[in-house]
Nanobody, 123 residues
């Protein structure tokens, strides 16, 4: 599986942005998907995860109520809608895929990673 993240950019605090992650392959629905982020000088941290069908989702406390994860299995794509953005949300955002494992929050549980897309929130 190859993952290609896109949609990052520069946005003002309070604004919105949607990042996407397109996956190759024919077994996308067998993968639990997740979004992580890494700010300069910090470790990569969990943001959100979604189950195979998209029925179940999970969020880090820091983004709960502001971010929404979703997926379209027909398009092999997972999305992260980010609203009410804050400067502390500035980071490189990575999508990740875990084969036959859903709702994982640890980086070590994911099998494939996208290249990341930079989100910068200005104050």
């Amino acid at each position: 599986v190859q993952l290609q993240a896109s949609g990052g950019g520069l946005v003002q605090a309070g604004g919105s942005l949607r990042v996407s992650c397109a996956a190759s392959g024919r077994t996308f629905s067998s993968y639990g998907m997740g979004w992580f982020r890494q700010a300069p000088g910090k470790e990569r941290e969990f943001v959100s995860a979604i189950s195979y069908s998209g029925t179940n989702t999970y969020y880090a406390d820091s983004v709960k109520g502001r971010f929404t994860i979703s997926r379209d299995n027909a398009k092999n794509t997972v999305y992260l809608q980010m609203n009410s953005l804050k400067p502390e949300d500035t980071a490189v955002y990575y999508c990740a895929a875990a084969f036959r494992r859903a709702m994982a929050t640890m980086t070590s549980l994911y099998d494939y990673w996208g290249q990341g897309t930079l989100v910068t929130v200005s104050s």
